[in-house]
């Protein structure tokens, strides 16, 4: 077994804020079948540490950032999990990033920097029972592990992967913070930590990293321009020999409409008519011939919902729908709200994880208008209950949809979905007038649909992907 240390701020089912949760918590299951030990590390939040219920010492540290910590070694569903605990950096209320007046915590440098220093001590030994081959670090947040193993003891015998699941987080912390993030002023420079005169974690990880990935073919190549890399194109485009994109997977158990608790079953299209009504209900939506199309999103510029709004008449005038689920910027939040005041929309601001499984029963169609999405969960989790995605063409989305065309529609491959380019209102309009057009031939629709449901989302084929490059880094033992 190939022994992996992956390294998150977040992981389901324990702490979740988005997409990054969801894929650090299935990869380990995924990959155990593929010869691959992954154990988790994840800072010792409230809710992680209550979830704990105790947990085994395994290490003790006496200044991590500023206070003392441990090293704590647990299994939460089926997570083989370690636990830093350190109350300093991380035993306090309201967001796992965000306080509640609704800004980064002051020291999220230094919280996530003990996070990734811990890994690479993990990497050097700190346990005395297991050792990494392998460190693989998400996002800004794990970014300096790769960095802090560049420099330590473990610098050659411990291989690093760091993946971007969203580049817009990029983890600065002013050039002040060098030495309590205990780096070297030596890798201050362009070629190192230093983006614009302030320290970048994420810069660090894409700098040391042995390999990086992110979660998608077309995000990775996205990435290498302007529109996309979000400053960081460069140093990616100096990397891209060691840049690939793996699609992220689905928990094909949890989003089962088979056998979903939270609605009522089913394994046909057809069977999503009881799953309609009942949303319908919930919602306060009358019966209606358009489609009933639904979102559910963090909302913000990304997600492109601001076009949703836009475009919207053209799917009320024919007759669609709108169930809208989701939280974030307040001036969306308000537009959304001030939308519902129609009979055909209808909103609820929250986070609520059994209502998206009863809109993803009941929807026909998903709508996903994001302006980058690097993979995207919601289109797949879509495609699995046969609610049609309709997409922006861009990232993950462009490789999981195959969008309606007369070829596709014919025969092969075969259409799942909608797409749209460029992400405009204008656009978006185009694509849901196709919906609504396409959801009027009931034989069509249903053929997309159970294309749709065919369409494998499941983990194997990425799972397969990450053991494949674990397994061609240098020194590891296939
Ligand atoms: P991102 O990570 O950019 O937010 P993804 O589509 O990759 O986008 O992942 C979002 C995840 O969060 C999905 O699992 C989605 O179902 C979930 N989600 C987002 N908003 C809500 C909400 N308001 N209620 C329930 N689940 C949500």
């Not at 140093?235 to 928990?251: P, Q, T, W």
């Not at 069977?271 to 199309?293: H, I, Q, T």
């Not at 919207?312 to 024919?318: E, I, M, Q, S």
């Not at 007369?406 to 460029?422: D, E, N, R, S």
């Amino acid at each position: 077994m190939t022994r992996v240390l992956s390294v998150t701020s977040e992981c389901a089912p324990l702490v979740k804020t988005g997409g990054l949760a969801d894929v650090a918590g299935a990869l380990p299951g995924a990959l155990a079948g593929a010869g691959v030990q992954m154990r988790t590390l994840l800072p010792g939040y409230p809710a992680v540490m209550a979830a704990l219920d105790g947990g085994e010492v395994c290490a003790r540290l006496g200044d991590c950032f500023g206070g003392a910590a441990r090293v704590l070694a647990a299994t939460v569903a089926g997570l083989d999990l370690l636990v830093l605990d350190a109350p300093h950096l991380y035993d306090r209320g309201a967001g796992i990033y965000l306080s509640d007046t609704g800004r980064d915590w002051p020291d999220n440098p230094e919280r996530f920097a003990a996070l990734s220093w811990v890994a690479a001590e993990i990497a050097g030994g700190l346990l005395p029972d297991w050792r990494p081959e392998i460190v693989h670090a998400h996002d800004w947040q794990g970014g300096l592990a790769p960095c802090y193993i560049a420099r330590g003891p473990a610098a050659g015998q411990v291989r690093t992967v760091l993946t971007i699941h969203n580049i817009a987080f990029q983890g600065l912390a002013p050039a002040s913070r060098l030495s309590a993030l205990r780096l070297s002023s030596a890798d201050f420079t362009p070629e190192g930590v230093e983006y614009w005169g302030q320290i970048s974690a994420l810069k660090a990880g894409l700098v040391f990293a042995d390999r990086i990935t992110t979660v998608s073919p077309t995000y990775a190549e996205e990435l290498l321009t302007p529109e996309f890399g979000m400053g960081l194109e460069g140093v990616l485009a100096a990397r891209r020999n060691v840049l690939s994109g793996i699609l992220n997977g689905i928990d094909t158990c949890i989003w089962s409409p088979e056998a979903d608790p939270l609605i009522t079953p089913y394994a046909r299209p057809e069977g999503k008519a009881a799953n309609k009504s009942a949303l319908r209900a919930e919602f306060g939506l009358p019966e209606a011939d358009g489609p009933l199309c639904i979102v559910i999103s963090r909302m913000t510029e990304q997600k492109g919902l601001d076009l949703l709004l836009d475009a919207l008449p053209t799917l009320l005038d024919r007759g669609g729908q709108l169930a809208v689920l989701g939280s974030g910027d307040p001036v969306l939040q308000a537009a959304f709200e001030r939308a519902a005041r129609h009979p055909n929309v209808a909103v609820r601001i929250g986070y609520d994880e059994a209502l998206s499984h009863r809109m993803m029963a009941g929807g026909d169609a998903i709508l996903v208008p994001s302006r980058f999405e690097p993979c995207g969960l919601t289109q797949l989790y879509g495609l699995r209950y046969g609610t049609v995605p309709l997409v922006a063409l861009t990232g993950g989305l462009a490789d999981t949809v195959i969008p309606a065309t007369h070829a596709t529609l014919a025969g092969k491959p075969v259409a799942t979905g909608i797409q749209f380019h460029p992400v405009t209102a204008q656009a978006l309009g185009n694509a849901l007038a196709r919906l609504c057009a396409l959801y009027a031939q009931p034989k069509l629709w249903r053929r997309m649909q159970r294309n749709a449901m065919a369409h494998p989302v499941g983990w194997d084929h990425s799972a397969a992907a990450y053991a494949a490059l674990y397994k061609g880094l240098p020194g590891i033992a296939t």
